[in-house]
């Protein structure tokens, strides 16, 4: 089993911190805990990729290989979150979400194959 963990990129705001990032040598304000929790939870034979859009972009072949894409956004982070859902449709992998945005949303997500609500 493939699993692909992604975490949407945050906005240019100020709370993204990005122009200032620069100053203290790096590249994101704040590491996808949740997605590296989750994804020690998962059996030690699968393979496991994290990319994290606020370091690096998502390229085509990362959706190629998976055969699951884990998502794990906050509300600010929903229009990249809402980028990774149209990329995922569009290769036909399946996707489970988590965090805030769907834990509070899921109503809304029903192109979703599954829900991690709450505290995974």
Not at 29 to 46: E, K, N, Q, R, Y
Not at 60 to 70: N, S
Not at 77 to 84: D, F, L, V
């Amino acid at each position: 089993m493939n699993v692909l963990l992604t975490y949407p990129e945050y906005p240019d705001t100020f709370f993204s911190f990005k122009h200032s990032l620069r100053f203290v040598s790096r590249r994101a304000a704040s590491p996808p805990l949740g997605l590296i929790t989750v994804s020690a939870l998962l059996p030690p034979t699968w393979q496991k990729k994290l990319v994290d859009l606020n370091t690096s972009p998502l390229l085509p072949g990362d959706l190629q290989w998976a055969d699951y894409v884990f998502i794990s956004a906050m509300h600010i982070q929903k229009e990249s979150a809402n980028r990774i859902i149209a990329e995922c449709l569009m290769c036909g992998v399946k996707m489970i979400a988590g965090g805030p945005l769907f834990t509070h949303e899921h109503h809304n997500c029903s192109q979703i194959d599954h829900f991690i609500l709450n505290e995974a």
